[in-house]
T-cell receptor, first 109, second 112 residues
Framework: AQRVTQPEKLLSVFKGAPVELKCNYS??????LFWYVQYSRQRLQLLLR??SRESIKGFTADLNKGETSFHLKKPFAQEEDSAMYYC???????????FGQGTRLTINP | EAQVTQNPRYLITVTGKKLTVTCSQN?????MSWYRQDPGLGLRQIYY???????DKGDVPEGYKVSRKEKRNFPLILESPSPNQTSLYFC???????????FGEGSWLTVV
């Protein structure tokens, strides 16, 4: 079965430190990968997708097909980055996203 | 404002008492879906709809029904709720397939 694994349920870093949220997937085809974020008291929203290869709010994510990973990175964490982050995979032609378990990121002042 | 609206946001109900969670979007999206979120399991798709009168099962459809009589609405129906349906439910819509999802704020449902 296709799976998305986020190995860290909780991640805590200090403001200004680099942050990396890990995401690994298992899928033999061509995946579409996404990061969704949920800030406190807000709805889940798209942060970025691998196809666009853009940086949003200082975050980037590179698809590594060899390692089947799509880690989310930011060089200097800010307090407003504290949120719940979900990695998601869309299979070719599928009518759904498969989500990871989520990682709660806390940025300490 | 473009959004997906769910109601109720919070509900405590008893086993077996039918309930409906409504979902409405004002973006003229064709695709809509329901997810449930449980600790350690992430979000799992319950049902989805590709257009009016077109619905299909997701990964965890047991105990749920949906309907899509109008493009903007996609209610989730629990005919006979059970405690294992206690969860946080999200409705989502999308214009172009199921990649770029717009989510509702979520509905906390507790079945006792």
């Amino acid at each position: 079965a296709q799976r998305v694994t986020q190995p860290e349920k909780l991640l805590s870093v200090f403001k200004g430190a680099p942050v990396e949220l890990k995401c690994n997937y298992s899928y033999s085809g061509s995946p579409e990968l996404f990061w969704y974020v949920q800030y406190s008291r807000q709805r889940l929203q798209l942060l970025l997708r691998h196809i666009s290869r853009e940086s949003i709010k200082g975050f980037t994510a590179d698809l590594n097909k060899g390692e089947t990973s799509f880690h989310l990175k930011k060089p200097f964490a800010q307090e407003e980055d504290s949120a719940m982050y979900y990695c998601a995979l869309r299979l070719q032609g599928a009518q759904k996203l498969v989500f990871g378990q989520g990682t709660r990121l806390t940025i300490n002042p | 404002e473009a959004q997906v609206t769910q109601n109720p946001r919070y509900l405590i109900t008893v086993t077996g008492k039918k309930l409906t969670v409504t979902c409405s979007q004002n973006m003229n999206h064709e695709y809509m879906s329901w997810y449930r979120q449980d600790p350690g399991l992430g979000l799992r798709q319950i049902y989805y709809s590709m257009n009016v009168e077109v619905t299909d099962k997701g990964d965890v459809p047991e105990g749920y029904k949906v309907s899509r009589k109008e493009k903007r609405n996609f209610p989730l129906i629990l005919e006979s709720p059970s405690p294992n349906q206690t969860s946080l439910y999200f409705c989502a819509s999308s214009f172009s397939g199921f990649s770029l999802l717009y989510f509702g704020e979520g509905s906390w449902l507790t079945v006792v």
